[in-house]
């Protein structure tokens, strides 16, 4: 059974960073697109990055510049190193596995003052 575990969530000020982490058992991931996606109150969840088992990587206008998605396959993780934070944001973190039902459970992050 695929497992999706995020972990590295928590309250910063704006403008700090965070690194999230998504670990997987279950599953080798290095022949997997893996994604970000967060979700804010009362919003749609949306995609924040993506990264290609061939390492192409692609993200959201919102947080280009600012994010970095990676993953390390020797430890079946997928990062997103997140900087200059903005309260916008704010929102639980989800990782996933393209192309298949595969979701993490989530991880909150707050960015607040």
């Known amino acids: 059974q695929v497992q999706l575990v995020e972990s590295g969530g928590g309250l910063v000020q704006p403008g700090g960073s965070l690194r999230l982490s998504c670990a997987a058992s279950?599953?080798?991931?290095?022949?997997?697109?893996m994604g970000w996606y967060r979700q804010a109150p009362g919003k749609l969840r949306e995609w924040v990055a993506h990264?290609?088992?061939?390492?192409?990587?692609d993200y959201a206008d919102s947080v280009k510049g600012r994010f970095t998605i990676s993953r390390d396959n020797a430890k079946n993780t997928v990062y997103l190193q997140m900087n200059a934070l903005k309260p916008e944001d704010t929102a639980v973190y989800y990782c996933?596995?393209?192309?298949?039902?595969?979701w993490g459970q989530g991880t909150q992050v707050t960015v607040s003052s």
């Open positions: 996933r596995i393209y192309n298949s039902g595969y």
């Open positions: 990264i290609t088992r061939d390492g192409m990587i």
């Open positions: 279950g599953s080798i991931i290095s022949i997997y697109t």
